[in-house]
Every structure is written in structure tokens, then in C-alpha cells.
């Protein structure tokens, strides 16, 4: 993996897990790197450790916590006043909600965090994405979004909630979203994949609010047996940097290698229904 020019990355959920795996190997590529943190605090501890472990200095902190409609603008605004195209978006974010909780903007939390903030995100960036030669969008998936389906009738699970179900909804979305993105984006050098990271040992259930003891605790036993963040990162750093899939796009990766995604995500239909509902959900930021 190299880079024969500067790249700008923006990673998203750099302060732990895989992203921040993923963080400190594009540091260590002499990236230039935003790394997106909801909390200025553990930000900056991590800006720090990543500058100091990789002695790149072009690293910039910026704030947003991406389960506010809000907060995404204002950081898609702070990126456009700053730099003049981004060459490589990371949307890694993600948490797990055992128990419902609606965002500020009335979504449910896991539909939020996993799935809208990243679309939204992605289009406010659209202009800095085409100004690079060539683009890459990577959006973090997983294997649960083959049990995933998107109840339009009731996207916020306002009748009956299950952590699992809505996180599968999410990453569900995550895939159509990235397969939608590589059909419109034909033509302009931006490429759009997505990927599952494997079972990985990370700091997912720590930040579920609603995890109890007794979930930490199996969780804690089983995390000895799953991979580690930076085994877990190589995906994400291979469609970031590998030349073999400079032009890439439209696939589903698990360990490097494509591979068929669910049935369901590959509907056409289903993933524009998406998009036009997304765009209604996020419409006073798209269209300003
Ligand atoms: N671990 C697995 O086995 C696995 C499997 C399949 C897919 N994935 C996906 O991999 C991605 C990374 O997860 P991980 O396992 O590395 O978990 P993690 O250690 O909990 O990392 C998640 C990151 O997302 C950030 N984040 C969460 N909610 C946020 C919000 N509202 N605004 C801004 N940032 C937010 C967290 O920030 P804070 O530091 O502020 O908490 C953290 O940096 C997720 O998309 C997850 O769904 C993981």
C-alpha cells in the first residue's frame, strides 16, 4: 500500500476501535487526516497519541456528534472553509442501542448514528469528493446486514424495538446506500464501497447506554475470541490505499476480497426509495 501524493482522509469514530486502528495506519501512511469525534475530550487524546505513535503531524480534530442533523452540517461546513477537497471519506461511526432512543431530530438512534448521519454526510461532502482525481467512500457495514430489512411503515420502530433488528436495518442501508451512491456516481471518479470489519473485539457494547452488567461482562468473554481492531481495520485500509481497487466500486468486501452482499441489497427499487426518503428525513441540510 502507498500513496505517490497527499491524500485528505476524513475518518469518522477514530477515538476507538477500528477506526482508531484504521486512524493509525493512515497516520502512519503520511495521510492527511480529519479524524470526526462527538467528544473534544477523548478527541484530543486521541489526536494526540496518534500524532505522537506516528510522528504525522497533518492531523486535525473536528467535533460533531453525527446523531444530530445539526452537528453534521456545521462539521461539512468547517470542512469545506478548510480544505479544498477530500480524497478519502471514511464513514466508520457506530454504535448499538439495546434499548430506543430518539435523536434531537426525532430519529430512532441506531437508524440515525449507523445509517443517516453517514448519507447525509456524504452528500454535504459530494463537492470536496469530486474536486479530488479520484475518491474513495467507505462506509462500515456488517454480516447482520443480511438479517436487515427496511420497514418503511416503520423506520423508527415506533411499535416494537429490537437493538439487533434496527442495527441491521442500519447496516442494511449502509450497503443499499453505497450501491445507489456507485450508480449515480458514474462518470465521476469516485468510487463507493462497503464492508464488514469481522467479529471484532472493540468498544461497541461499552458505548451501548443501555448495556447492563451482565452483556459487558459476556461480552468481555467473548471479545477474547474475536479479532483485533487492527486485524479488523485491514478492509477499511485496503479500499482507502491498495491501488487494486483505484477503480473499484459498487461491492461488498469481507477480508479484502468482494463478495455477494444480501439479496435484498441489491434492489434497485428499494435503495432509491431509500435515498428519497433519506433525503426527506435530512431535506433542510441537502438542500441548503
Ligand atoms: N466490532 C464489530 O465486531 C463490528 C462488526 C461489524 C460492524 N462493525 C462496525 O464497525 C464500526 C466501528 O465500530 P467498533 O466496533 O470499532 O466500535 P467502537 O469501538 O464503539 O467505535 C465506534 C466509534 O464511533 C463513535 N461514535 C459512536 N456514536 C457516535 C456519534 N453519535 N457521533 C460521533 N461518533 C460516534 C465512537 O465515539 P466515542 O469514542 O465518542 O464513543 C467510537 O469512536 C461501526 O460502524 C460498527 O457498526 C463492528
Excluded at 33 to 61: C, D, H, M, Q, Y
Excluded at 70 to 76: F, Q, R, S, T, Y
Aim: proline residues 2%; hydrophobic residues 40%.
Amino acid at each position: 500500500m502507498y500513496f505517490n501524493e497527499e491524500k485528505i482522509c476524513l475518518i469518522t469514530g477514530a477515538n476507538s476501535g477500528i477506526g482508531r486502528a484504521a486512524a493509525e495506519a493512515l497516520a502512519r501512511l503520511g495521510v492527511n487526516l480529519i479524524i470526526a469525534a462527538r467528544n473534544k475530550f477523548r478527541g484530543e487524546k486521541t489526536l494526540n497519541e496518534l500524532v505522537e505513535n506516528s510522528g504525522n503531524r497533518n492531523i486535525e480534530l473536528l467535533i460533531a456528534d453525527l446523531s444530530s442533523q445539526k452537528e453534521i452540517k456545521a462539521l461539512a461546513d468547517q470542512i469545506k472553509s478548510k480544505y479544498n477537497r477530500i480524497d478519502i471519506l471514511i464513514n466508520n461511526a457506530g454504535a448499538y442501542f439495546s434499548k430506543r432512543h430518539l435523536t434531537e431530530d426525532g430519529i430512532e438512534a441506531s437508524f440515525a448514528v449507523n445509517y443517516l448521519s453517514r448519507f447525509l454526510l456524504t452528500n454535504l461532502l459530494f463537492d470536496l469528493l469530486k474536486k479530488s482525481k479520484h475518491a474513495r467512500i467507505i462506509n462500515v457495514s456488517g454480516e447482520h446486514h443480511r438479517r436487515g430489512k427496511i420497514n418503511f411503515n416503520n423506520l423508527n420502530f415506533d411499535k416494537k424495538y429490537s437493538g439487533y433488528a434496527a442495527a441491521a436495518q442500519a447496516k442494511l442501508a449502509d450497503v443499499l446506500l453505497i450501491y445507489e451512491l456507485s450508480r449515480k456516481l458514474i462518470g465521476n471518479k469516485i468510487t463507493a464501497n462497503s464492508l464488514h470489519p469481522g467479529a471484532v473485539s472493540s468498544s461497541l457494547i461499552y458505548n451501548d447506554p443501555d448495556a447492563g452488567y451482565f452483556s459487558k461482562f459476556f461480552y468481555s468473554i467473548l471479545s477474547l475470541f474475536m479479532k483485533s481492531p487492527e486485524k479488523g481495520a485491514e478492509t477499511i485500509l485496503y479500499l482507502a490505499a491498495s491501488p487494486e481497487v483505484s477503480n473499484v466500486s459498487g461491492n461488498y468486501f469481507i477480508n479484502k476480497k468482494a463478495v455477494l452482499s444480501s439479496p435484498e441489497s441489491y434492489n434497485k427499487a428499494l435503495a432509491q426509495k431509500l435515498w428519497d426518503v433519506s433525503e426527506q428525513l435530512t431535506e433542510p441540510f441537502i438542500l441548503s
